[in-house]
């Protein structure tokens, strides 16, 4: 019998996520993919570890963490090196905000981009911007 021949009659088992949660799951998944991304894209850029280690500002070390598909990421960390790689980072819940979920305190529609001090710090009001 050929291994192609008993990989069709193996049986299905689970047994390497058995005992696992789902979200431990994801959150391994969800790793993988982030470590896979960044060791992708240090390699297209043609570097090596070490090289990457000095674009990036860290140790050669921590770049190998960043591709253990281990390391558990900051948002701060992943947005420090999508700033310098060029990559994007999209976080979603998925729960849509729907106007019910808050209320409304001020509107500031009369300010179209116009740039106020509010107790020492520049801000940019924009037109309809809601305060909740």
């Known amino acids: 019998m050929g291994i192609a021949e008993k990989i069709a009659n193996a049986k ?3 047994w390497v996520s058995e005992g696992i949660s789902k979200s431990e799951v ?3 998944v969800e790793l993988a993919k982030i470590s896979a991304q960044i060791e992708r894209c240090r390699l297209d ?3 090596t ?3 990457f280690a000095e674009y990036m500002g860290v140790t050669q070390a921590m770049v190998s963490k960043w591709e253990s598909r281990e390391y558990n990421f ?3 960390t992943l ?3 999508c700033q ?3 990559l994007k980072l999209f976080v979603s819940l998925d729960k849509p905000c729907v106007k019910s979920d808050y209320n409304i305190v001020e509107w500031e529609s009369e300010k179209v981009g116009k740039k106020r001090r509010d107790n020492g710090y520049l801000r940019l009001v924009y037109d ?3 305060i909740a």
């Open 74 to 76: 900051t948002i701060r």
């Open 26 to 28: 994801k959150t391994i």
């Open 49 to 51: 570890q070490q090289k």
């Open 84 to 86: 310098k790689t060029n």
């Open 45 to 47: 850029m043609g570097m």
């Open 128 to 130: 309809k911007g809601a």
């Open 79 to 81: 947005n420090e090196i």
């Open 12 to 14: 299905k088992s689970n």
